[in-house]
């Protein structure tokens, strides 16, 4: 508004000066630059920092395994004995034993380039969401064709390696979809539509954080705290955001239930991909997989599983919450009626 203000009293001053114009000659009258902007930005301009945003976004996603050094880890069916000193770089850790590693990388750097948005508030909020969203693309294809095409080179033809290769690659695909998810998700203009998203994040973002910690520090060097503190992270964020979303209207009691629904499902699935993919007795042998999945679904699930007492924390801290922030918007509205009334007698006395 100010900026808009600004240039009013420029364009009205720069009128009353030039006397040698006409008002109303058509050819004096030249289109106002702010009638092509909003927040002081060109289309262009804020598209084009839209989709650096997004590509800042994607590489802080990736960060902790580009900070080990990148190299592909040991596989299985590689084509040549080697030691991890000769694996190829890529920008992804390809390996069934990190699985759950991908998907925090992908999804996290999608979803900071959502929250970037959310705080950012740009003027056209389609246009910034769809620069941001290409940006994370570009990075996020780039580095699985990347990744991909050095996997490939170094795997032993053979049934078993192509099964190996595709199983990874629509895990990678469907871990791009579940960014892009997050990232509408959290910069949209909905509060309850970004609570959802911050439950449907909440245990990547805390696996992320692990993988981060373990990469920096090495697996040996962790404290026990530090690990327990991911073990509890994800209550706390999904509780945090159900405090913020609130009750009103009913129906954000949705959001509630699909929240807890994803803070017991999601670690249960983490723990369940994790197993079954590090287990290489089973590994394809659909069949067996399947009955192993379910199995590990069925105990991470149940009472033994622990999502109970995660559950718990989260709908303790939003209640909590929501019941402060309630409290203190009551507070604030009957501040600001006191403050209309006080205005009110005073212009009456006046």
Known sequence: MEDRAEDKTGSTTGSTQDSGTSVTDPSSRRPDRTAHRRGGRTPAAETGLAVLLGIAAALVGLTP?????????L????ANDALPPDMPLTFLPLSQYRGTT???????GA???GLALRVWKPARRGLATAGALCGVLLVHVGATVQSFSALNDGLAPGPSSALYFAGLLGGTIAAIAAGVLALLMLAARSRAAAALGVGFMAVPFASWLAAATTFAAGADAVPASISVAWRWLPAVLVGLAL???????LVRLLVWAADVALLWLVPALFTSVNYVLGTRVYLGDFQEMA???RQILAATLGPAGGAGPSVLVALGIGIAGAFLL????????????RRANTEDDGGGAA
Not at 75 to 78: A, E, P, S
């Open 75 to 78: 596989q299985n069916l590689w």
């Open 326 to 337: 309630s409290v203190r918007e009551r507070k604030n509205l009957r501040a600001a009626h």
């Open 111 to 113: 979803s900071v380039a």
């Open 243 to 249: 405090a913020w979303c609130g009750f009103r209207p």
């Open 102 to 108: 991908i998907v925090a990388l992908l999804t996290v």
């Open 65 to 73: 395994w580009l900070i080990t050094g990148a190299r592909l880890p």
């Open 291 to 293: 009955v192993l999945s």
